[in-house]
């Protein structure tokens, strides 16, 4: 029997705000522990919650790039539950009114398009962290998180394979880094995601019994553990077992999902409006000031991309997976107008040596002009390709313009015609066999020439021109 | 007369005119207090050394001809606003030894008009009764008879200011706090609009109708400690952000011509005959202030009690999670987390706390919150028209405050129900939201106060003010104080 997934993913996305959801603390990841803290985010007794203006903006902000609908009016529900990095003993979060719903975002499959439907986002405050003593049975609480705002995006179950669950998450990941407003750090925990799995024999309507996956902290363990759970799952019913519906972790060293095993019990939340808060009023007037200040989203960008600079789509791919990358190339392709060949420096010589010093084009030595005016200077046919690749080391090594380098190197190309004529003259007239051979057929010797020519001018002759001089006088004309 | 017994308006005048200063007047409450606080235990924690070096600095200022308006007042504070550096306990085991480290918003304006923290009064634990029997730290007595409670949850400030511990102080009031132990007590106590003064710092009970207010000697003195309470605070969500009033214009004036709504649902069996007939009276006296009274109904007034005894403990169920021994407060040693949990809620929160959380946590439950929760949302929202639609008929709505004088210590803690109905007639007010005041109106005949309750739209203290006012002055009701 053919069996198909049923995936959905929840993510939740830290705000990039300067300081908490409900109080002026500062959001700054790494701080010594409690000192982001205040009775507010403390939940001290008979302190009161104010919400930060900023994170609705925000989470607007990627409701309106996921499409969805933002409701009017929403509102702040207390999720109840005892746990010592929860002060409060309750989580501000949004429940039965959330800030928006009924969305999508669009993937490529197999060449054409797939919708993948956002049930709802909503706001909520991160909760604390706890700290294990290794060494002694006690814990300590770091509540510096507690209170740094939160969206989380709920999927609809929409995916059928670990590839679309990985493919939506960069996806959603790549919005967010795009709005500026989630840093998209897995690992410090600004971009997380829990999946919901189950399978049922392929041409079933009904869902099968699901399980949550938690413990995934990059794109790649959530596609293993999906992977992995996709075929647990169909071991388990293809055996004629059941599935258990639990939440299971992902373990990283061992390459497979474990049972939490009653850890979290089914819990009763207890849910109510937080008397605390008023609704939120969204307006028309508000959306439109934050619809006007939305940046070009990543696939609106790679369409222009392709029709504006006539570039692949895997290019186009590849320069707007960042968006500061995006826009390093537009700025080269504006000034040289050589969309093609700014594509492939950027791509090729300026990634690998960005790569290589694990920088980002944010640390790029290179301005985006000195590029534009190399790639003008091998067009213009002042030094070539060859030269290019030791000048564009130099002016990444030195953060030196293109002119400066060539200058200092004596770098310029030979294109005297009646010079090179000379020097080529010389090196037939020193190898007679060679023309002989060359001129009885034996072609390959072309690159003899070649060579010689361009060791006797140390590689700075105009390569076309040694080329043509080199098959005029070859053949003896 | 001794200084203690005095009013913040006849005090304020003195030292103006230079005839006390702040430390004689602080020095003639603390002798008060030495005097009358073991029969009375108003207080849970008495601020002599505090008072005392605010008073100095308060004659400084005074001096200096920097006179505010409650410069030199010794004011009590329920312990349940949260003092900067000072015990905070919300009547409570599981606070007793908790030590805010912000000052609530009130108290940061009580002090920058002047005023001088005399104590923090004793309450029911976390507002939680009726009486201040709740209290972990032992019953306040209603100083009129010993043998009877003084109210609650803010019985302690009610009776601070009736035994002249104290010159005014703050309560706060979720289904009649402040305004039932007023009346009790014999003393002025309102419950403003909910929004108009600040919540922050105030230990929650129940967020959706906590009010803080004042209790004083008078009405004029209402107004005054209104006009320093008063005023949107952006530290709270809820906080109203309407202009605020002088409230004292509103003293002396006449009410004449105004309607005076008497809701007929309020004058069934239970009432104590002779609250009936000191109600009755004071209907009359409205009468002869040149206003009318009109016969109004709140129909939905007998579903008060059910719907506040679902949203007030569903809230406090929420509210007090925070209490888990973890980060503050009282810890008891448990085996792992949840023993710890388990035993020092167990220990640290006392019967009708425990009691309350239950019913609320209960409330909230998957499957009965449609049932509870939601339905008495919506029944709240008819009792918040059934007011909209009386203030359509009257300027201001008269009621009894109580159905009953004060009650013998003990007479009802073993009945939570009986308890509860005591606060049948105040309740409605804070699931609506508008204001509400409690002045006395009369005595019976064994003595004990007995008090009438005023209400008005939303952020119309000022009505009640006028209107409580002109009643204080036409119906003269008797001078007396506890003969302690
Ligand atoms: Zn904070």
Same mark, same amino acid.
């Given at each position: ?8 993913? &929840? ?46 903006? /925000? ?12 409701? $009017? ?44 439907? @956002?049930?709802? @986002?909503?706001?909520? &405050? ?10 002694? $049975?006690?814990?300590?609480? #770091? ?132 008397? #605390? *808060? ?35 789509? /895997?290019?186009?791919?590849? *320069? ?8 390093? /190339? ?71 313009? $293109? ?65 043509? *001089? ?8 | ?11 304020q005048?003195k030292i103006k005119e230079g005839k006390t200063t702040a430390t004689e007047i602080t020095?003639? +409450? ?5 005097? %009358? ?16 070096a605010a008073a100095t600095d308060a004659d400084k200022e005074i001096k200096k001809g920097n006179i505010k308006p409650l410069s030199g007042i010794? %004011? ?35 002090r920058a008009a002047g005023a001088i ?28 008879? !010993? ?40 003393? %002025? ?38 006009? +320093? !309470? ?76 059910? %719907? ?139 003595? !004990? ?5 005023? !209400? ?29």
């Open positions: 029997m053919e069996f198909e997934a049923v995936i959905g993913l &929840e993510v939740h996305a830290q705000m990039l705000t300067d300081t908490k959801i409900f109080c002026n603390c500062s959001t700054k990841f790494g701080a010594a522990p409690n000192s982001h803290t205040c009775p507010v985010c403390l939940g001290m007794p008979g302190v009161l919650p104010v919400l930060n203006k900023k994170v609705v903006e /925000y989470a607007m902000k990627m409701a309106l790039a996921t499409n969805c609908k933002i409701n $009017p009016t929403c509102e702040f529900a207390r999720k109840n539950y005892f746990y010592p990095d929860l002060p409060k003993g309750y989580q501000i979060s949004q429940y039965a009114y959330p800030l928006a719903e009924h969305g999508y975002v669009e993937l490529e499959v197999n060449g054409g398009k797939k919708k993948i439907g @956002i049930t709802r @986002i909503h706001m909520e &405050e991160d909760a604390g962290k706890l700290l294990h003593d290794e060494h002694n $049975p006690v814990s300590y609480v #770091d509540l510096n998180r507690t209170g740094v705002p939160l969206i989380e995006i709920v999927s609809e179950p929409d995916i059928r394979s670990s590839e679309e669950a990985a493919d939506y998450l960069k996806r959603l990941h790549e919005i967010l880094v795009y709005l500026e407003i989630c840093d998209g750090n897995m690992e410090e925990g600004s971009f997380r995601c829990d999946a919901n799995v189950s399978i049922r024999p392929k041409g079933q309507k009904e869902f099968g019994t699901r399980t949550e996956l938690k413990n995934m902290n990059s794109f790649r363990n959530v596609q293993r553990a999906l992977e992995y759970e996709i075929k647990r799952q169909q071991y388990i019913v293809e055996n004629g077992g059941a599935i258990v519906q639990e939440t299971r972790l992902w373990d990283d060293a061992q390459g497979a999902t474990n049972s939490m095993r009653g850890k979290e019990e089914a819990h009763d939340y207890r849910y109510f409006p937080d008397p #605390d *808060l008023v609704p939120v009023i969204v307006d028309a007037a508000w959306i439109d000031k934050i619809r006007v200040d939305m940046p070009e989203l990543p696939q609106a960008k790679r369409e222009r991309f392709i029709s504006e600079y006539q570039i692949s789509a /895997y290019d186009a791919g590849v *320069l707007t997976a960042d968006k500061a990358l995006a826009q390093y /190339y537009e700025e080269v392709v504006a000034i040289c107008a050589k969309p093609k060949q700014a594509a492939n420096w950027l791509m090729g010589d300026v990634m690998k040596f960005l790569n290589e010093d694990k920088k980002t084009i944010r640390d790029c030595p290179i301005a985006a002009a000195s590029l534009a005016e190399m790639i003008n200077l091998i067009d213009a046919g002042t030094i070539s390709g060859k030269m290019a690749k030791d000048i564009a080391e130099e002016m990444y090594r030195s953060g030196k313009k $293109p002119q400066e380098v060539i200058a200092e190197k004596g770098m310029v190309q030979i294109t005297d015609e009646a010079a090179l004529a000379k020097t080529i003259s010389s090196i037939i007239d020193a190898n007679p066999q060679q023309l002989a051979d060359y001129r009885a057929g034996k072609e390959k010797l072309f690159g003899y020439f070649v060579g010689q020519a361009m060791k006797a001018t140390q590689g700075k002759a105009n390569p076309q021109i040694v080329n043509d *001089l080199l098959k005029k006088m070859l053949a003896g004309k | 007369m001794e200084l203690y017994q005095s009013t913040i308006h006849e005090l005048d020095c003639s +409450v603390l002798q008060r207090i030495d005097a %009358v606080e073991e029969k009375v235990h108003s207080y849970i924690r008495v601020l002599k050394e505090e008072a005392l010794p %004011v009590a504070l329920k312990d349940i606003v949260c003092t900067k550096g000072l015990p905070t306990t919300c009547g409570s085991h599981i606070l007793h030894n908790f030590v805010p480290p912000y000052d609530a918003t009130v108290v940061e304006k009580l923290f005399i104590g923090k009064a004793n309450m029911d634990e976390f507002a939680m009764g009726s009486s201040t029997e709740t209290s972990y730290f032992g019953p306040t007595r209603n100083p009129w008879d !010993l043998e009877r409670i003084p109210g609650g949850s803010s019985g302690g400030s009610a009776a601070a200011v009736a035994a002249d511990e104290c010159i005014a102080s703050i309560g706060s009031d979720t289904g009649g706090s402040i305004r039932q132990p007023a009346a009790l007590c014999g003393i %002025v106590g309102m419950k403003p609009t909910y929004g108009r003064v600040s919540r922050f710092g105030l230990i929650a009970f129940a967020s959706s109708l906590d009010q803080i207010g004042p209790f004083t000697k008078d009405v004029e003195d209402c107004a005054i400690m209104m006009n +320093v !309470l008063a005023g949107y605070d952006p530290k709270e969500s809820t906080s109203v952000n309407v202009e605020v009033p002088d409230y004292r214009q509103f003293v002396g004036k006449d009410i004449q011509g105004w309607k005076v709504g008497i809701p007929k649902e309020y004058f069934v069996e239970g009432i104590d005959p002779e609250v009936k007939a000191a109600i009755e009276a004071a209907i009359k006296t409205m009468e002869k202030c040149g206003a009318q009274s009109v016969e109004i109904s709140l129909p939905h007034t007998q579903y008060c009690l059910a %719907v506040y005894y679902i949203i007030a403990p569903a809230e406090a169920s929420s509210n007090l999670a925070r209490y888990d021994g973890v980060k503050y407060g009282f810890r008891a040693a448990g085996g792992d987390l949840l023993d710890m949990y388990r035993k020092t809620r167990m220990r640290g929160f006392g019967a009708e706390v425990k009691r309350r959380i239950m019913i609320g946590t209960y409330a909230l439950s998957a499957g009965y919150y449609d049932a509870y929760y939601k339905k008495a949302s919506q029944v709240r929202a008819l009792i918040k028209r059934d007011f909209e639609d009386a203030f359509k008929k009257c300027d201001v709505i008269l009621t009894p405050t109580t159905p009953t004088p004060a009650f013998k210590i003990g007479e009802k803690t073993d009945n939570p129900l009986q308890m509860y109905l005591s606060d049948i007639f105040t309740i409605s007010t804070n699931l609506a939201g508008i204001p509400g005041i409690s002045l006395p109106c009369g005595f019976t005949k064994s003595g !004990l106060p007995i008090g009438v309750q005023f !209400l008005a739209g939303h952020f119309q203290e000022g009505k009640l003010i006028q209107v409580a006012s002109a009643y204080e002055r036409k119906a003269q009701v008797e001078k007396r104080r506890p003969g302690l």
